[in-house]
Nanobody, 122 residues
């Protein structure tokens, strides 16, 4: 079992920045690829980006490429999502997830955090 807890969400104006953290406990964090997803009201959960177990490969959805950065510190059992140039369309609940490989589908992940709300005002 892996337990994941997100933090760092909040209210920010358009153009601003936030950094989300996802702290893991339980089984060896470094064994897992990590993904970030988001879900806006009335919409499906969508892939934001992911990072492989070692941090050498990072993937982003086109909607966030160039604005968001994913990193991880295995010694701290933590993965980060740095979000810059935020837009109102980025408003959603953001989730981190752990799985064997980075995948675009939520079904490819075994463990999920509870989510953290990000609201971007115009």
């Amino acid at each position: 079992q892996v337990q994941l807890v997100e933090s760092g969400g909040g209210l920010v104006q358009a153009g601003g920045s936030l950094r989300l953290s996802c702290a893991a406990s339980g089984r060896a964090f470094s064994n897992y690829a990590m993904g970030w997803f988001r879900q806006a009201p009335g919409k499906e959960r969508e892939f934001v980006g992911g990072i492989n177990w070692g941090g050498g490969n990072v993937y982003y959805a086109d909607l966030v490429k160039g604005r968001f950065t994913i990193s991880r510190v295995n010694a701290k059992n933590t993965v980060y999502l740095q979000m810059n140039s935020l837009k109102p369309d980025d408003t959603a609940v953001y989730y981190c997830a752990a799985g064997r490989t980075v995948g675009w589908s939520p079904n490819e992940y075994n463990y999920w955090g509870q989510g953290t709300q990000v609201t971007v005002s115009s």
